[in-house]
């Protein structure tokens, strides 16, 4: 027994509930035994009791309506009692209807087919009822979809026309008010094409309409939705399939101002009184019920597409969530959720009198009434703790979907235009306001509807006072005009700024600090979304993390679909990777393996879709795998925006193997076949763009050799065949995939390769003359060239490969990892490390602020300065040139030449 029902007043509330409730005090009395369990405060065995009606002898309507008189009587007296918190009578209530929707189907079936097995036809809750959260009288609003291929029928009848007789039986069964009352009223209204459609639907006709033409309240009904009764799992995979469009991960600010109409329209359209007193309506009055569930929706519309978390369909849970989230405050939560459950407990006293659905506060002396009921000293008393509780919710209700005052004054194209960009100090303001004028002239295809229009006009004021305030507001306005160019649909983007209009700073600074960023933009303006989210500037989780996100349910089973998923979420990463190097939110070397992360996760999740879909022709290999070896920076952990990938396929087994499928292929053919798959998984576009260029050239025998070769095969090459830039290329090599044990085996190869007895001095004769080929064949491309320059990145690398061969110390294929191994063996100075740090920051961040390594203007060289955690332009150039010049001493002291820089 509970602690609630330890101290529960049963006698009390069995008073109560006869002196002030007909409905109970005529259901106590029809079933005594009902009221000799409560009265000896054995709740629990009273709840028992009730749903044993579900099992006996009546006729199923009967059963049905006692069940349900019965329990909500027991649950009532519990709740006066204070035994039963008003969650538990929610969840019992929907329990009850869950019970009881499913019996009426199986009787339905049964009633025509009456030895088969019940199956096909589905009944979705909604609202309340999926919530857990129905009260007393509440109607059950369920969407009755069926399956013409699993319904059970008899054989002259078509599925169609069976499932309408099953579903007018079920409503029948549930909703006729016989002498022993009603089940549930039963609301079918929320089908699709409620007015024109038949009672039940069918699956595929279902998805269908939430595909293509369901409007934003059905979305927001879909919150809600829950495989409740008859053929469930049919039911949990409809709800699977349309998840993607009930949580879109693209925010639809579209969307988000329909909910704002609808939740308006619950005050303009109430007639009742605003402020609680008789007739004031408990559910749809001014800080009402619905007004506590639409504040949850709305964020949950806006932020669960990205945030699975916020997907509760109980509106407590949700509330906690969102405040999780950091979306709404602590208190808030904990206001609403407790004005929630209080709102809730007064609704079920107005209803539990007559056991009539109403929210609606009586007059006189049935006011009295019901306050008495619910333990209240009287009726004045119960209407100022309803006062109290809709001045909580309304409060923030008023926040969620009140205009902010502070807006800036709307902006027309005429002269008022000029006026405002000369007084926010734009040059030519006359030629600029022109030049504005004419983005809406109909050249510019992101703002060719009327909708997007009249969202770019909401936005402008505020637009243009964000531009005057970058440092140079004539480049950001071009930019901006540029990337208005480029876009080809823009409306939600709009949205988004006017909803959050703090996006405006990091949107300029995009725009104008970063072209690679704002080209990205321009082909995808909901990369932007995902800036709205608290975890917006939070580096990369762990590899398994990000495969976890990249291989989500909704994407899975189709090789396309998931193809399109990790370009998505890889695109969208990349993105506010770039964002948190524009905010300087993390040291560059954090960047570098944040990305690194990413490409290794997209990777495996790549070369995992690509097998499967090529084994589905050709088979599997038995005992053998493909495993990917990344080169270079991924290899070393350390990408750039602008990096490709290195790999190479190395398989497992012997040649002479076979595969088992359809079509079978021999070992090489199958895995270089295979290799094609994965590197076109990785490179090929789609509709979400590309992902990576792959690169491999590093494969034994180069461009002229075969993609994938066998490990023993790639062993033997290296040991016997390869140069020595070969050598030096594989102190980066990382396993990407494959089992842990036969990544250790590739690993124990390479490291057996790479501590072979060599010539120190055909070595150091080799890696220079490389370095001297190198220098003349690719030159710097630019003064910032932290890579090419000379005591840059590859000379610093061709000395400490050349240090791991020579030595066969510090075999880390991370560069830094290895540079403080060697600096703790004694082989090279700290110094190197502080150059490799800045020389590694510089090459990150330029790839995004400089892309082509000359010196940028003076606003990207203080963004790049920042992120390079130097103070200014000329910190940063001394500590370039102090870098370059520890990379030339090393040189010096370890080839015995003078490196020039």
């Not at 857990?132 to 059950?140: A, H, P, T, V």
Request: with cysteine; proline share 5%.
């Amino acid at each position: 027994m509970t602690d609630a029902a330890r101290s529960a007043d049963w006698d009390n509330a069995i008073a109560r509930a006869r002196a002030h409730s007909p409905f109970l005090c005529g259901t106590l009395d029809k079933w005594p035994e009902l009221q000799e369990l409560l009265a000896e405060g054995q709740g629990e065995e009273a709840l028992a009791w009730a749903q044993s009606f579900a099992d006996g002898d009546e006729e199923v309507g009967a059963r049905l309506r006692h069940e349900r008189v019965t329990l909500a009587a027991a649950l009532a007296v519990g709740d006066l009692a204070g035994a039963f918190p008003v969650g538990r009578v929610m969840q019992e209530l929907s329990d009850c209807a869950d019970r009881s929707l499913d019996t009426a189907i199986n009787a339905a079936i049964r009633r025509r087919v009456p030895d088969a097995e019940p199956a096909g036809l589905i009944g979705i809750a909604l609202g309340k009822h999926g919530a857990g959260e129905l009260n007393y009288s509440s109607d059950i609003d369920p969407i009755l979809l069926y399956d013409p291929q699993s319904l059970p029928k008899r054989e002259r009848d078509e599925p169609a026309e069976a499932a309408q007789r099953y579903a007018r039986e079920v409503v029948r069964l549930l909703s006729d008010n016989t002498a022993e009352g009603f089940v549930f009223r039963v609301d079918l209204r929320l089908r699709p094409a409620s007015e024109i459609s038949p009672l039940a639907i069918s699956v595929n006709g279902a998805l269908t309409h939430y595909e293509s033409s369901a409007l934003t309240w059905e979305r927001a009904a879909f919150i809600r939705a829950r495989a409740a009764s008859g053929d469930i799992a049919a039911g949990q995979e409809f709800l699977d399939a349309i998840r993607p469009f009930v949580w879109r991960r693209s925010l639809d600010f579209g969307a988000i101002e329909e909910i704002g109409r609808l939740t308006g329209k619950i005050r303009t359209t109430h007639k009742g009184p605003s402020q609680p007193m008789p007739g004031f309506n408990v559910k749809q009055g001014r800080g009402g019920i619905r007004e506590v569930e639409f504040f949850a929706q709305t964020y949950q519309l806006i932020h669960g597409g990205r945030d699975p978390s916020l997907r509760s369909r109980n509106t407590r849970k949700a509330l906690d969530a969102l405040a999780a989230a950091a979306l709404i405050t602590r208190d808030d939560a904990a206001a609403m959720g407790a004005a929630y459950d209080r709102l809730r407990t007064i609704e079920h006293r107005l209803q539990m009198v007559n056991d009539r659905q109403t929210h609606t506060l009586p007059e006189g002396e049935a006011l009295e009434n019901v306050a008495a009921l619910g333990g209240y000293p009287g009726a004045q008393a119960l209407l100022e703790d309803l006062q109290e509780l809709t001045g909580t919710v309304a409060d923030r209700f008023d926040r969620l979907i009140d205009v902010d005052d502070t807006s800036p004054t709307p902006v027309h194209l005429g002269d008022a235009l000029t006026r405002n960009l000369g007084q926010l100090g734009f040059e030519q303001p006359e030629a600029m306001a022109e030049r504005v004028r004419s983005w809406s002239d109909g050249h510019i295809r992101a703002l060719k509807s009327p909708a997007a229009l009249s969202a770019f006009e909401a936005i402008l004021p505020a637009l243009l006072e964000a531009l005057a305030e970058a440092p140079d507001p004539h480049r950001a306005l071009l930019r901006w005009e540029a990337f208005l160019t480029k876009a080809s649909s823009a409306i939600n983007l709009f949205r988004l700024l006017e909803a959050r209009p703090g996006l405006f700073e990091q949107l300029i600074n995009i725009l104008t600090l970063a072209d690679p960023l704002a080209e990205e933009l321009g082909r995808h303006p909901e990369r932007l979304d995902a800036l709205i989210d608290r975890s917006a500037l939070d580096l990369p989780g762990s590899v398994s993390d990000l495969i976890k996100e990249m291989a989500k349910v909704e994407a899975t089973g189709d090789y396309e679909r998931i193809l399109d998923r990790l370009r998505f979420v890889t695109g969208e990463r990349r993105f506010a990777l770039g964002v948190q190097l524009i905010e300087a939110a993390h040291d560059p070397l954090e960047i570098a393996a944040g990305l690194s992360r990413l490409a290794e996760a997209g990777l495996s999740v790549a070369a995992e879709a690509a097998t499967r879909e090529f084994a589905k022709v050709h088979g599997r290999i038995a005992d053998s795998e493909l495993i990917i070896l990344g080169l270079g920076r991924l290899g070393g952990g350390a990408l750039t925006h602008a990096s490709d990938l290195d790999i190479v396929y190395v398989f497992t087994g012997t040649y002479d193997q076979q595969s088992d499928g359809e079509r079978p292929l021999g070992a090489t053919m199958y895995y270089n076949r295979l290799a094609q798959r994965i590197s076109a998984a990785l490179s090929v576009p789609t509709a979400h763009g590309a992902l990576y260029e792959v690169d491999t050239r590093l494969r034994p025998q180069g461009a002229q050799g075969p993609l994938a070769v066998s490990m023993d095969s790639f062993a033997r090459y290296q040991a016997e065949d390869a140069w020595t830039w070969e050598h030096m290329a594989l102190t980066r090599a990382r396993a990407m995939t494959g089992p842990p044990g036969l990544r250790q085996g590739l690993r124990d190869s390479v490291l057996k390769i790479l501590r072979m007895p060599r010539d120190a001095e055909k070595l150091r004769d080799d890696v220079l003359s490389m370095r001297s080929d190198m220098a003349q064949h690719k030159q710097p491309k630019g003064a910032l060239d932290a890579k090419l320059m000379r005591g840059g990145l590859v000379d610093l690398e061709f000395l400490v490969h050349f240090l791991q061969l020579r030595d066969g110390a510090a075999l880390n294929p991370n560069l830094r990892e290895a540079i403080d191994e060697l600096v703790r063996v004694g082989l090279v100075g700290p110094e190197l490390l502080s150059a490799h740090d800045l020389l590694t920051r510089l090459l990150v961040a330029s790839r995004l602020f400089a892309p082509d390594l000359a010196e940028p203007s003076p606003a990207i060289m203080q963004a790049m300065c920042k992120a390079c955690m130097c103070g200014s332009r000329e910190e940063l150039l001394h500590s370039y040139d102090d870098a370059r010049q520890s990379v030339a001493h090393a040189w010096k002291n370890i080839f015995q030449t003078v490196l020039e820089i």
